[in-house]
Antibody, heavy 119, light 107 residues
Framework: QVQLQESGPGLVKPSQTLSLTCTVSGGSISSGGYYWSWIRQHPGKGLEWIGYIYYSGSTYYNPSLKSRVTISVDTSKNQFSLKLSSVTAADTAVYYC???????????WGQGTLVTVSS | EIVLTQSPGTLSLSPGERATLSCRASQSVSSSYLAWYQQKPGQAPRLLIYGASSRATGIPDRFSGSGSGTDFTLTISRLEPEDFAVYYCQQYGSAITFGQGTRLEIK
């Protein structure tokens, strides 16, 4: 059973960089066949795909966030990470890490972590 | 970007009734890349349907998906108390996008 767990600061100041890490257990990122993704949900709102990465390092980003997003992978630690730069209050959201199948369905999700942008 | 519009925004039904949720795309979507999720308060979404009509592992057969092109439907044949939640459709074209959600509430 694959499990994903987000970690990182719950509070980030405006204009700074939001950094989160997702640790995967029960399966290896290096085994291939899946994309490893970040998705966010603004309070009381719907879901927004941020981007994903393949174990090889290939990345795909939401065009609306692309200029501020970097997703990286560390296969030795079975982790992948998100950096979102120049944050504002509009980036306050629950951030989920997740696994995406080749069919682009999201079959495993982390529990989510709330990140608040505030001074 | 493909925009998904879900209707209705809120659906009020009673346990035992049939629920029909709609997802309409702004342009044609490959059925291979259309999925449905259920989300309960304080929880991550759960995959219900992928490839427009295939049930994910462990999903009861009262959940079914159908449709093609720009019109897709999630049907719950007989509502159980645990089915009252928010439902999202999702597609992949050049990027992943989600619908805005349908809230299924107890009448």
């Amino acid at each position: 059973q694959v499990q994903l767990q987000e970690s990182g600061p719950g509070l980030v100041k405006p204009s700074q960089t939001l950094s989160l890490t997702c640790t995967v257990s029960g399966g290896s990122i290096s085994s291939g066949g899946y994309y490893w993704s970040w998705i966010r949900q603004h309070p009381g709102k719907g879901l927004e795909w941020i981007g994903y990465i393949y174990y090889s390092g290939s990345t795909y980003y939401n065009p609306s966030l692309k200029s501020r997003v970097t997703i990286s992978v560390d296969t030795s630690k079975n982790q992948f990470s998100l950096k979102l730069s120049s944050v504002t209050a509009a980036d306050t959201a629950v951030y989920y890490c997740a696994r995406v199948t080749r069919g682009q369905a999201i079959d495993y999700w982390g529990q989510g972590t709330l990140v608040t942008v505030s001074s | 970007e493909i925009v998904l519009t879900q209707s209705p925004g809120t659906l009020s039904l009673s346990p035992g009734e049939r629920a029909t949720l709609s997802c309409r795309a702004s342009q044609s979507v490959s059925s291979s890349y259309l999925a449905w999720y259920q989300q309960k308060p304080g929880q991550a979404p759960r995959l219900l349907i992928y490839g427009a009509s295939s049930r994910a592992t462990g999903i009861p057969d009262r959940f079914s998906g159908s449709g093609s092109g720009t019109d897709f439907t999630l049907t719950i044949s007989r509502l159980e108390p645990e089915d009252f939640a928010v439902y999202y459709c999702q597609q992949y074209g050049s990027a992943i996008t989600f619908g805005q959600g349908t809230r299924l509430e107890i009448k």
